[in-house]
T-cell receptor, first 111, second 117 residues
């Protein structure tokens, strides 16, 4: 079974800080990798999707990188805001659209 | 609304009963996914539909679980003879493309919170 690990499990930072969330996976034969945000009691919202042939994607203050050979991805959040507080999940996609999720990083950005 | 709709939002039932969870995907989305999110297991992939067909059902936890999709739209996830370990939030997602892309990602519903007494 593919394993996806996210570090740290929780993170608390003051507003304005730049931060990095980490995701690692054991099977590098991936099709794509996605970063999601989940607010309490809600479903997931897709933030960024990186195809296996790509190395990074950017959207606003978010930047996600992918290193397939080492089985790692990072999500960089610039100039964090209290509204960024949520749980961030990494999902690795394989054949037949099977997705394996990490357990998430719970982020708290303090005003 | 224009999003993925799941019903019921909450379901409490006794051990041994059957339950049926419903997912209405975004209109026109051909791909549909079911996931389970529990405290001990994190978010777990269950099954994927392309149209009405599920190419791989190996993610379903046991033969008590089944899923179907009709008319390329609504999907139901059925759990027979529920057990306490089935308690979790069941999430459904849909996407326009056969595989999610940057511009056509998976869109998630808010889930059904299932509690087995």
């Amino acid at each position: 079974k593919q394993e996806v690990t996210q570090i740290p499990a929780a993170l608390s930072v003051p507003e304005g800080e730049n931060l990095v969330l980490n995701c690692s996976f054991t099977d590098s034969a991936i099709y794509n990798l996605q970063w999601f945000r989940q607010d309490p009691g809600k479903g997931l919202t897709s933030l960024l999707l990186i195809q296996s042939s790509q190395r990074e994607q950017t959207s606003g203050r978010l930047n996600a990188s992918l290193d397939k050979s080492s089985g790692r991805s990072t999500l960089y959040i610039a100039a964090s805001q209290p509204g960024d507080s949520a749980t961030y999940l990494c999902a690795v996609g394989y054949n037949f659209n099977k997705f394996y999720f990490g357990s998430g990083t719970k982020l708290n950005v303090k005003p | 609304g224009a999003g993925v709709s799941q019903s019921p939002s909450n379901k409490v039932t006794e051990k041994g009963k059957d339950v049926e969870l419903r997912c209405d995907p975004i209109s026109g989305h051909t791909a549909l996914y079911w996931y389970r999110q529990s405290l001990g297991q994190g978010l777990e992939f269950l099954i994927y539909f392309q149209g009405n067909s599920a190419p791989d059902k190996s993610g379903l936890p046991s033969d008590r679980f089944s899923a179907e999709r009709t008319g390329g739209s609504v999907s139901t996830l059925t759990i027979q003879r529920t057990q306490q370990e089935d308690s979790a939030v069941y999430l459904c997602a849909s996407s326009l493309a056969r595989r999610p892309t940057r511009n056509q990602p998976q869109h998630f519903g808010d889930g059904t919170r299932l509690s087995i007494l």
